[in-house]
């Protein structure tokens, strides 16, 4: 049982254009995290909301935590190649250790 | 600081073989835990620990074992090595309270 669903799996841009990757549940989270991931390496936290409504910013990334904490988007504005990676979102819905990962979204930006 | 290290980084295997996937950090962290990332599943949790001599089953644990002797190493074990777990092997750490992961550059693992 897959608890969180990112959506689009994959997204082909060119560079100056936005776009927005999202992640669904039908389960509440206490805080959800965001991952980014390049090829060969392991994943890297990018942020983490915790607040219902909650919204981050981190350059041009945008992070919102939707009100009732069971989904969450990552907005980017005017997307560079350097953007390119696998995007993650994992939370932990039960009290304790585990955290469930989402498929990942993998944005290639051609410049 | 190294931060969490893996090795090997590649490891070609037979059916059958057993092997030990090594995973150490530098951060005195008390979580650690071990995943697979396969091509459209996403990362999935093997084995986990809270402290050392605490371990417990993630979502996938079949075919695997480990063991937490120091906080510093959580190495994962395979006993005979099947197809099916072809993959790439994450170890991460964090610390109580603080939900950041932090994650090994990966181990490569193919088992014909």
């Known amino acids: 049982t897959q608890l969180l669903e990112q959506s689009p799996q994959f997204l082909s841009i060119q560079e100056g254009e936005n776009l927005t990757v999202y992640c669904n549940s039908s389960?509440?989270?206490?805080?959800l995290q965001w991952y980014r991931q390049e090829p060969g390496e392991g994943p890297v936290l990018l942020v983490t909301v915790v607040t219902g409504g909650e919204v981050k910013k981190l350059k041009r990334l945008t992070f919102q935590f939707g009100d009732a904490r069971k989904d969450s988007s990552l907005h980017i504005t005017a997307a560079q190649p350097g953007d390119t990676g696998l995007y993650l979102c994992a939370g932990n819905p039960n009290s304790g250790y585990a955290l469930n990962f989402g498929k990942g979204t993998s944005l290639l930006v051609t410049p | 600081n190294a931060g969490v290290t893996q090795t090997p980084k590649f490891q070609v295997l037979k059916t059958g073989q057993s092997m030990t996937l090594q995973c150490a950090q530098d951060?005195?962290?008390?979580?650690m835990s071990w995943y697979r990332q396969d091509p459209g599943m996403g990362l999935r949790l093997i084995h986990y620990?809270?402290?050392?001599?605490?371990?417990d089953q993630g979502e996938v644990p079949n075919g695997y074992n480990v063991s937490r002797s120091t906080t510093e190493d959580f190495p994962l074990r395979l006993l005979s090595a099947a197809p099916s777990q072809t993959s790439v092997y994450f170890c991460a750490s964090s610390s109580p309270g603080i939900e950041t992961q932090y994650f090994g550059p990966g181990t490569r693992l193919l088992v014909l």
């Open positions: 389960s509440v989270f206490s805080s």
């Open positions: 951060m005195n962290h008390e979580y």
């Open positions: 620990s809270v402290g050392a001599g605490i371990t």
